[in-house]
Structures are given as structure tokens and as C-alpha cells.
């Protein structure tokens, strides 16, 4: 074989186990129904309007980021998902947004729920992501 060619080998062997070992998905997320409480409304019950957001998720790593929904990672306040086998689901908890992330990867469905509850509103939402 030659150089050439056997460079060729090598580089498209390693496109290809990187691909195969990358199991990120870009996920594009839509609330269905979002309803919470307004602190700056003596907590009055409302219904917030859909909200649109992606996120960058890992099943087999446990890991989640959005920028949308305020899932950043930072070093002092990392975000923390698990995974249930058996229920079949992975939950993450943003410190940072003070939020939880549950979402089903057989059907992409997801529940999102947010309790700052000091200025901004605490909520709760469900619905479902779609591959990007």
C-alpha cells in the first residue's frame, strides 16, 4: 500500500470511529403547555406562551446543555443529570437556573420545570423535542 493511500485509510478510519463513538443529538424543543406563578403578582396562577429552545444532550454520557433554558456548565455550578433504566428517562438539574430537565428518549418528550421564585416567575412545562 502506499503512503498515500494508506494516509487515506487512516483518515477516514478515524472519521468514522469518531462518528461512531459521538452519540450528542441536537434536539429542537417546543413547549406543548407551560403554566407557573408570578412573585411579582402576589404568585398569581398564569399561563406562560411556547417557548422554543435546543439542546445539545448525551444519553450514554449524561449530559445536557442549553442555552435557552439557561443549562450552562459552569465550574461552580455544573449540571447534573442520571439516567433511570427503569423507567426508561434522564433528569438534569441546572444549580445555575435553579431548573430540572426530565426527557424521555424513546419519544423525546420532556418535562421542564424552573423555581427561582424570588423575582422571576416559577413555572412548569411539558413537551416534545424533535432531532435538528
Known amino acids: 500500500m502506499t503512503e498515500n493511500k494508506m494516509k487515506s485509510f487512516l483518515f477516514l478510519l478515524l472519521v468514522f470511529s469518531f462518528s461512531a463513538f459521538s452519540t450528542e443529538k441536537i434536539l429542537y424543543c417546543v413547549t406543548e403547555d407551560s403554566y407557573g406563578f408570578e412573585p411579582g403578582q402576589n404568585y398569581r396562577q ?31 455550578a455544573p449540571i447534573l443529570c442520571t439516567k433511570s ?26 418535562v421542564l420545570t424552573e423555581a427561582y421564585g424570588t423575582t422571576d416567575s416559577i413555572g412548569i412545562s411539558h413537551g416534545k423535542c424533535e432531532r435538528f
Request: with cysteine; hydrophobic share 40%; glycine share 2%.
Open 46 to 76: 398564569q399561563q406562560f406562551t411556547e417557548e422554543r429552545f435546543t439542546i445539545a444532550i448525551n444519553f450514554e454520557e449524561k449530559t445536557l446543555f442549553s442555552e435557552g433554558i439557561f443549562f450552562y456548565d459552569f465550574s461552580d
Open 85 to 110: 433504566e427503569t423507567h426508561n428517562y434522564m433528569a438534569c438539574y441546572s444549580s445555575f437556573a435553579n431548573a430540572s430537565f426530565k426527557i424521555f428518549p424513546e419519544n423525546f418528550k420532556f
